[in-house]
């Protein structure tokens, strides 16, 4: 068969010439049209919210003195045995519990092996075989750009294969100019959870729709704070693509991702790059990527281990770790001793989706609205406190704070733990826009005054005087600056004041603009009224 193939060949393109609108394309250009999809599995490390590290004692506090925080089990020094932390068991627990899991009574600690200097035992412990936990899910609504408050959310589910908990690694710091690494151990076996999901995203705005949801949960349990900047939630991605209906191709892992926007970012360019590569006839290298913010594109670290490489095996200083619920505690056994599933389930909050069906029926938000609230922590506190002070309008009190608030405070990079001004203040705020006694430049003045630290009601104060003087005097402070501002209009340039004077609306627009810079007092709107009222009079 080879050879008629290579005789038919030269044929075939020759009858393509003849029909270079209609005809199939040489196999190349079919190729290249190939419909390729995305196939993404992440893997998370949350580090635990707890005071003392998953095996010592050391405090887990960020930002302590550099190796001021290391116990000697930490700096793996000789004859040192691990002592598991019960906090950090009940906080894998109590996540696996919130994100549908379904619990091991038994799960074991393994030895992964691997030699970094920021890792002092060239080990790490964790849990491979027999985790913490299995099989478990997470649905969460995907928020593309073009969404509307009116419609639905449209919603996907994620399986999570498993929770599994570990040691953290120290913090290697890289001196280009001398040339050295330093190494500070304060995180060195600080406690993780690795929570790690199934192939079942495609997309960068998937993966991030899912981290949100995520963190809404992981921050309402309080078993982690979530503060990537912090790098107490880290991200590895691990990405593919292949044709419908095809086996998954080779995964490429995308290592430390440590923002939302990176996370969106570096998948959405790895899927364009294999696609590229594919469809170019090239193969996709099985490899540890690291994502460059600043030149926008992924960059090989090194060839990607496999599970031999790590020569895993059982951690011999630590037996299997039980956990019970209340029909299997062995009698005799002192409850206060043991972490019960049972227990645990009790203790668990209302988590994310509840609370946000509760905003949608409470307060008849739209459920974007009610997501966007619910996803950003200590958002749905304020916004509670802030519609009990100021019940009027729940709505317009959600599209202020989504607005004009947030896009304050990411400018001052403040969380809502941090605002210092009365929710009551800040509903009266909104009050007042409604009421449009005040602009919307001048409200956004306000809101940067209230998130001040402490606050300061400058500019809101003036408001609330503005609102108090009686109307006679105001009207008239307002109608001299509106005469003074068609004083210096007639003394301006003759060929501009005759081209506004020959299109009303524009000359009307074009005033009341010039009075509101005479006066931050002074409104568009009535501004307009009165020169209208005064030029019709001439």
């Known amino acids: 068969m080879a050879a008629p193939m290579r005789v038919r060949a030269p044929r075939l393109c020759q009858i393509c010439k003849c029909f270079p609108s209609s005809f199939l394309r040489c196999s190349s250009s079919t190729t290249s049209k190939r419909k390729w999809e995305g196939v993404v599995g992440l893997e998370i490390h949350a580090q635990i919210l707890a005071e003392s590290k998953l095996f010592s004692g050391a405090c887990t506090k960020f930002g302590g003195t550099t190796n001021n ?149 992981l921050t309402t349990v309080s078993t982690c704070n979530c503060k990537m900047e912090e790098g107490s939630f880290r991200v590895d991605a691990n ?43 090239k193969q996709i290298i099985n490899d540890t990527r690291s994502w460059d913010v600043s030149a926008g594109l992924t960059l090989p670290m090194r060839d990607k281990e496999i599970e031999l490489d790590y020569r895993f095996m059982p951690e011999p200083n630590l037996p299997p770790l039980h956990v019970y619920d209340n029909t299997s505690i062995p009698a005799g056994l002192n409850p206060s001793q043991i972490v019960n599933i049972d227990v645990l389930q009790q203790q668990l909050p209302p988590l994310p989706a509840q609370q946000k069906q509760d905003l949608v029926t409470t307060y008849g938000l739209p459920e974007l609205y009610a997501h966007r609230i619910e996803v950003k922590p200590g958002m749905r506190d304020y916004y509670k406190k802030v519609v009990e002070a100021r019940p009027k309008d729940p709505i317009y009190i959600a599209v202020r704070m989504m607005g004009e608030l947030l896009g304050e405070m990411n400018k001052k990079k403040l969380e809502f733990n941090d605002i210092t001004c009365s929710p009551e203040t800040f509903g009266e705020a909104c009050d007042l826009r409604k009421l449009n006694a005040m602009t919307t430049r001048e409200f956004e003045k306000v809101v940067e005054d209230l998130l001040e630290n402490p606050p300061s009601e400058t500019h809101l104060n003036r408001i609330r005087k503005r609102l108090l003087m009686g109307s006679r005097d105001s009207d008239e402070q307002l109608e001299s600056i509106c005469r003074q501002v068609l004083e210096d209009f007639e003394q301006g340039s003759h060929l501009k004041n005759a081209k506004l004077k020959r299109n009303p609306e524009k000359l009307l627009i074009f005033l009341a603009q010039q009075a509101t810079k005479k006066s931050v007092e002074v409104r568009f709107v009535h501004a307009r009224t009165v020169f209208k009222k005064l030029l019709n009079k001439e």
């Open 69 to 217: 925080q290391v116990s000697l089990f930490d700096a793996a020094f000789p004859g040192t045995l691990p002592a598991i932390n019960r906090r950090c068991v009940e906080a894998g627990g109590q996540t696996a519990l919130a994100l549908n899991c379904q619990i091991n009574k038994v799960s074991k600690f393994d030895r992964k092996h691997y030699f970094y200097a920021d890792l002092p035992a060239g080990y790490q412990i964790t849990q491979l075989r027999q985790p913490l936990a299995k099989q478990g899910s997470l649905r969460f609504p995907i928020l593309r750009g073009d969404i509307s408050p009116k419609c639905p959310l449209d919603y996907m589910t994620v399986r999570l294969e498993q929770i599994q908990l570990e040691q953290d690694s120290g913090k290697s710091i890289h001196n280009e100019d001398d040339k050295q690494s330093l190494i500070d151990l304060n995180r060195a076996g600080v406690g993780l959870m690795e929570i790690i999901t199934a192939p079942d995203l495609s997309s960068g705005l998937e993966s991030v729709s899912f981290l949100r949801e995520l963190i809404g949960i």
């Open 239 to 281: 990405i593919s693509v292949h044709q419908p209906g095809e086996p998954l191709g080779t995964r490429v892992e995308v290592k430390n991702l440590n923002s939302i926007r990176s996370v969106k970012n570096a998948i959405d360019y790895e899927i364009r790059r294999q696609k590229q590569q594919l469809q170019q006839g």
